[in-house]
């Protein structure tokens, strides 16, 4: 059994920053993939950023690089999204994510991801 509790939202104005947190408990084992995704009302669930617990590879859909960075913390094995450069289009539910798929590199494809949290609000105004 693994739960994920998200938190780090808020409201903030176009440019600033915000740091969400994931905290996880139960079988998390190193190797996992874990992601961060985000979905808009409206609009369809987006992936963000994934990484491999063990190698720490990342991925990011091109638009995400440059301005969001996934990390973990080993010691806790917390999973970070540190956002900069917020723009109003981020405003989402933002959603942290496990996997027992592993793979080398870690992606976005929901439909491998079985573990959920329930979502942290970012407001970009």
């Known amino acids: 059994h693994v739960q994920l509790v998200e938190s780090g939202g808020g409201s903030v104005q176009a440019g600033g920053s915000l740091r969400l947190s994931c905290v996880p408990s139960?079988?998390?084992?190193?190797?996992?993939?874990m992601a961060w995704f985000r979905q808009a009302p409206g609009k369809e669930r987006q992936g963000v950023a994934a990484?491999?617990?063990?190698?720490?590879?990342?991925y990011y859909i091109d638009s995400m690089k440059g301005r969001f960075t996934i990390s973990l913390d080993h010691h806790k094995n917390n999973l970070y999204l540190q956002m900069d450069s917020l723009k109003p289009e981020d405003t989402a539910m933002y959603y942290c994510?496990?996997?027992?798929?592993?793979?080398?590199?870690?992606?976005?494809?929901?439909?491998?991801?079985?573990?959920w949290g329930q979502g942290t609000q970012v407001t970009v105004s």
């Open positions: 990484i491999n617990r063990s190698s720490e590879n990342t």
């Open positions: 994510a496990a996997s027992d798929y592993r793979r080398g590199l870690c992606d976005v494809d929901s439909l491998t991801y079985n573990y």
């Open positions: 139960g079988n998390i084992v190193s190797d996992m993939c």
